[in-house]
């Protein structure tokens, strides 16, 4: 069964860089599937951060794509999100997920909570 | 912004049907596959429906999915009180070269 886990500091402050890890348990994650990030700042809806093909090459949403960078460890079985310069507007639920090329996620993290405060 | 648009709610008594709807273009719902999903308070994301219309291991048939052009639709038949939730469509658009997700519905049992 695969598992996705999110982990990372849970209060940011303006301006520094969220690093957020995703570790996948069940799968390999070379294998034949994309991993993606997504958000959910509080109660609003979803926002699709960005992916990483099998490829390595990324894909990322272009109102974030200035400040984000995903990346793959495939010897620890676990990808990354980078964002930097954050605002409090980027205070959020981050989720990490599984998907096919150009398809929606089927399998999600449980999600982690990060604030952007001082 | 989301280019998804879906009601902001929809409401029903047990054993009601309940439809909730996807309005977008066709750079995204036109020409990719629709997915569902169910949001529990305080849960991440649950898949329902993929590829449109398929249903996951596990999720009842109560829960169908459909797709007409540059609209899709989840309905749930034989509503519970346990469907009470946030309802997200999502697909990938070809314009944007990236994934977009619906506004949201939330559904409530009354």
């Known amino acids: 069964q695969v598992q996705l886990q999110e982990s990372g500091p849970g209060l940011v402050k303006p301006s520094e860089t969220l690093s957020l890890t995703c570790v996948v348990s069940?799968?390999?994650?070379?294998?034949?599937?994309?991993w993606g990030w997504i958000r959910q700042p509080p109660g609003k809806g979803l926002e699709w951060i960005g992916s990483?093909?099998?490829?390595?090459?990324?894909d990322y949403n272009p109102s974030l794509r200035s400040r984000i960078t995903i990346s793959v460890d495939t010897s620890k079985n676990q990808f990354s999100l980078q964002l930097r310069s954050v605002t409090a507007a980027d205070t959020a639920v981050y989720y990490c997920?599984?998907?096919?090329?150009?398809?929606?996620?089927?399998?999600w993290g449980k999600g982690t909570t990060v604030t952007v405060s001082s | 912004q989301s280019v998804l648009t879906q009601p902001p709610s929809a409401s029903g008594t047990p054993g009601q049907r309940v439809t909730i709807s996807c309005s977008g273009s066709?750079?995204?719902?036109?020409?990719?596959?629709v997915y569902w999903y169910q949001q529990l308070p305080g849960t991440a994301p649950k898949l329902l429906i993929y590829?449109?219309?398929q249903w996951p291991s596990g999720v009842p048939d109560r829960f169908s999915g459909s797709k007409s052009g540059t609209s899709a639709s989840l309905a749930i038949s034989g509503l519970r009180s346990e469907d009470e939730a946030d309802y997200y469509c999502?697909?990938?658009?070809?314009?944007?070269?990236?994934?977009?997700f619906g506004t949201g519905t939330k559904v409530t049992v009354l």
């Open positions: 990483i093909y099998q490829s390595g090459a990324t």
């Open positions: 069940g799968y390999s994650i070379g294998s034949g599937y994309h």
């Open positions: 590829r449109n219309d």
């Open positions: 997920a599984r998907h096919l090329y150009i398809e929606p996620m089927d399998v």
């Open positions: 066709s750079s995204n719902v036109g020409s990719n596959f």
């Open positions: 999502a697909t990938w658009d070809d314009s944007l070269s990236g994934y977009v």
